[in-house]
């Protein structure tokens, strides 16, 4: 069972455990565990700081390349960002889509708004060199359209 888990949630757990033992207990519960995933990367502050970095970094380089934000800046969380279809541009999310996903990376249709957009999360096990190489990815894309 134990290789089904995320890598991520194997290291918590045996954080988890190693915390129990050192405190006496004689067993884990999903609190330990919790504690052990919220202090992975130096905590909830770290993490929220490379999210928020991802972000910034999506949306400068976005921007870079003609993308506005669907939302103001003022606005925009460190999760999640949804840009607008460009203006002037032959422009189809599927055909956008398949090139993408094709050099390993994943984005989502903007099914939100009454707007042409589309999403891109900047969470979880997701890098500023993986910011940097959807990027180059969008570049490439975007040349040919």
């Given at each position: ?50 999210y ?19 939302v ?63 990027t ?10």
């Amino acid at each position: 069972m134990l290789n089904n888990l995320t890598t991520k949630f194997q290291e918590a757990l045996m954080q988890a455990q190693q915390t129990a033992g050192r405190l006496g207990k004689p067993e884990i519960s999903s609190l330990d565990v919790l504690v052990a995933l919220l202090e992975q990367e130096g905590g909830i502050k770290a993490r929220h700081a490379r999210y928020q970095k991802n972000m910034d970094t999506l949306v400068e380089n976005f921007e870079n390349l003609g993308f506005r934000l669907y939302v103001d800046k003022a606005w925009q969380g460190p999760i999640i960002a949804t840009f607008l279809y460009p203006e002037g541009k032959h422009f189809d999310f599927q055909e956008m889509y398949a090139y993408i996903k094709e050099r390993g990376y994943a984005i989502y249709p903007g099914k939100l708004t009454d707007a042409d957009t589309f999403r891109i999360g900047v969470i979880g096990e997701i890098y500023e060199e993986d910011v940097l190489r959807l990027t180059e990815i969008m570049k490439s894309y975007m040349e040919q359209a």
